[in-house]
């Protein structure tokens, strides 16, 4: 997720390339309505006010709830809170973050929109996932969306 300085969201991707829920009921999470009702928000959500689940996949609607309620409501000062730091800018890029397992990285292709690369890492530092683009990506279709 992503948000703004007051804390609002301002975008969020569920899923990647190890998602498997079941076909028809819980992979409806990644339908875009279902993020898109949480951009403008601020705080914790609960279903019912204003927000929606996912009908026939209350578990993964649950499991998705509670991980945006994390994001939605995460204090970086609080104790035991994982370190999201800020890693300056450089040549080509608009932001980078690194944050405990991963980094965040914030580019602007060819298509002036950003392009946002997320990467984890396991204690050994071997990537072990890679996320490359959100809801802003904008490249070029049939050349730079091909990324």
Known sequence: MGFDDDSVATGIIIGDETFMETEGRGDRILEAWYGAQFIGLTGAQAYGDGVDAISGAT??????LS?????????????????????????????????DGGY???????????????MGFDDDSVATGIIIGDETFMETEGRGDRI
């Open 104 to 118: 965040i990285v914030r580019a602007t292709g060819f298509g002036e929109g950003p392009i946002v690369v997320t």
């Open 59 to 64: 578990v993964t609607s649950d499991a998705a």
């Open 67 to 99: 991980a945006i309620n994390a994001c939605m409501t995460f204090d970086p000062d609080a104790p035991g809170a994982e370190s999201v730091e800020w890693m300056g800018a450089a040549a080509g890029i608009t932001g980078w973050w690194r944050a």
